[in-house]
């Protein structure tokens, strides 16, 4: 205090010192985080991008520069299209089914009251298993001969598919697995998104001439909700491309690469057959995928959700 | 709105909303039920939900005999709170110094969160796995956790969190002579329970379900966490002994959903307090 009392120093020096003060404390605050981000994300990113263009394969010492050799294979790679193709119908089934259910069964839960949390349990209870552990469970759903699903089946006289064993089916059955997993995560986010619409605006609507409960949704729910819509959309279709934990326990990409995905592509080629630069570029297709969709959310969706 | 429609409205939603959880559900119900049937009553009758000769203690016995379930549990419980505790631990001084204090930083350090963002381990694994094969690290704890110690969702939750806190608090504090890591732990933390807490939920679930990094840097199934333990009871089972697969599937899945039910409460609230600051 005394110091600061006979010292000569101008009040605008001394605001000087005390902002120097707090951005040291920040950086101090911060530095684990920023070299712990440099270390796991944005060396190893910048490290992905550059080994896309070498032909790098682990235990092999040599490896030389191939420009874009690797995408230009890429685009001709039967497996590596197919995986494209099979994660963007795994997607378009699985996001949408799921935003739909996760809002459906969210609605109907929070006009519920007595038996809201059970309901609210049994339906997130998938989202806090373990998904290696549940796919086996859905492996003897799906059996041909001796699972409960085709034996139900058969005594309404449907003869059941090989639901996981053939092509036709494979990634069928996986999506179902897939919307089962994440419609209770979907439906927790859109609950919360439920609890802050202001009541008010339900009584105004009232007034206003929104009888049923069809216009009441459409005129406050709908647009209300729509910043959690977006969301979950982003979400869902992320977590979808991501598909892999079931792949990976259940088919292994086959029978007959029908279930081949993104993903596993990836982690077949970069680690059991250790072509490193190669699945790299994959890998570099997969992040540019995930840059878009992100895009999509916060420049062109983003205009139409938020009302001034 | 009259009675009688809220009463047949009622009766619909109920009757809709038990149909779909009965469905959800009903992989539960039929491994507990596999979970106590012998070999030849899985493939006889597959319907029928109650064991005809209960044959739980077998169908266990045989999975805790063939996998080492002690191992894999005390694996996954060491790796998600290892890893709990070192995301907590970088996350929110960085998040406090991004949301209260002013450095010329915090907009790159903004940008590069986003980025983070973007960014799974699925797409940085394998110039990590490089990294880790190199420095001969695979096979331990350390692959298992480090790439995870820094989260950049927690840091961007617990800096949206924090933005919400009154800068009263703070001020107070500092006039009382408390240093800025003191505020960070004696005045942030406590009051950031609530999002500590809905992030602990979502770490652990996302890290105990992982299998993707796990399956990459193990091989040796003494650093087996659960999902990779049960692939390899999967691939020595040559046969379809369901009934112990079911058995260990139970046991693999107990843990995180008994936790869960004894914690949905504030799990629910968490996710709600922060989507609504957020």
């Known amino acids: 205090m005394a110091s600061i009392a006979f010292d000569t120093v101008s009040p605008k020096r001394l605001a000087d010192v005390h902002a120097r003060n707090e951005a040291r404390t920040a950086w101090l605050l911060a530095s684990p985080a920023i070299v712990l981000m440099i270390v796991f994300i944005l060396l190893p990113v910048i490290a992905v991008i550059g080994l896309g263009f070498t032909n790098f394969e682990l235990g092999i010492d040599k490896f030389r520069f191939v420009g874009l050799d690797n995408y230009s294979h890429l685009f001709t790679d039967r497996t590596f299209r197919k995986s494209l193709w099979n994660t963007t119908v795994y997607t378009a089934i699985v996001a949408p089914v799921s935003i739909v259910l996760g809002l459906g069964v969210a609605l109907l839960i929070e006009s519920e009251t007595t038996a809201k949390s059970f309901f609210r349990t049994a339906y997130f209870l998938p989202v806090a298993s373990l998904i290696v552990a549940m796919a086996t469970v859905w492996q003897y759903l799906f059996h041909p001969t001796i699972g409960p699903i085709n034996a139900l089946l058969a005594t309404v006289g449907i003869p059941g598919p090989n639901w996981l064993g053939s092509a036709g089916t494979v990634l069928y059955s996986l999506s179902i697995i897939g919307v089962w997993q994440s419609v209770g995560f979907n439906m927790v986010l859109f609950l919360a998104g439920l609890t802050a619409i202001p009541r008010e605006l339900y009584a105004a609507a009232e007034v206003d001439g929104a009888r049923s409960a069809i216009d009441r949704f459409r005129l406050v729910t709908w647009p209300m909700l729509a910043p959690t819509t977006l969301f979950v959309t982003t979400i869902s279709i992320i977590n979808a491309v991501k598909v892999f934990e079931t792949v990976q326990t259940l088919t292994e990409g086959g029978p007959n690469r029908a279930s081949e995905v993104l993903l596993f592509t990836i982690y077949h080629e970069g680690f059991v057959y250790l072509h490193v630069g190669y699945a790299s570029a994959m890998t570099v297709v997969f992040l540019v995928i995930l840059m878009v969709l992100t895009f999509l959310q916060y420049n062109v969706l983003d205009k139409r959700v938020h009302y001034s | ?278």
Not at chain 2, 205 to 220: F, Q, R, T
Request: net charge positive.
């Open chain 2, 1 to 278: 709105m009259s009675t009688a429609t809220f009463n047949t409205g009622r009766a619909i939603r109920v009757t809709v909303l038990s149909l779909g959880a009965l469905i959800f559900l009903s992989p539960y119900i039929f491994m507990l039920s596999a979970a106590g049937k012998t070999q030849s009553e899985i493939f006889t009758s597959a319907l029928s939900l109650v064991p005809q000769t209960f044959y739980y203690v077998a169908n266990f016995t045989k999975a805790f005999s063939r996998v080492p379930m002690g191992t894999l549990l005390w694996n996954g419980v060491m790796v998600c709170g290892l890893i709990f505790f070192f995301q907590v631990l970088v996350a929110i001084p960085c998040a406090y110094a991004m949301a209260k204090l002013k450095f010329r930083a915090a907009k790159l350090l903004m940008a590069m969160v986003m980025l983070g963002l973007l960014v799974p381990i699925h797409a940085t694994a394998l110039p990590l796995y490089v990294a880790f094969d190199s420095a001969s690290l695979l096979n331990s704890y350390t692959a298992l956790v480090a790439p995870f110690s820094i989260s950049v969702f927690a840091i961007f939750m617990f800096l949206q969190f924090f933005r919400a806190m009154p800068d009263d608090l703070i001020h107070a504090a500092r006039l009382d002579g408390m240093s800025e890591i003191g505020i960070v732990a004696r005045v942030i933390v406590p009051n950031a329970w609530p999002a500590v807490t809905a992030f602990a939920i979502f770490s652990v679930v996302a890290h105990w379900n992982d299998l993707y990094w796990p399956l990459i840097v193990i091989s040796k199934q003494g650093f087996a966490t659960p999902p990779l333990g049960l692939m390899y009871f999967r691939a020595a089972e040559a046969g379809d002994d369901y009934g112990a697969l079911m058995a260990a599937t139970m046991v693999i899945t107990l843990p995180l959903v008994a936790a869960f039910l004894l914690a949905q409460k504030r799990f629910v609230e968490g996710i709600t307090m922060t989507g609504l600051k957020g």
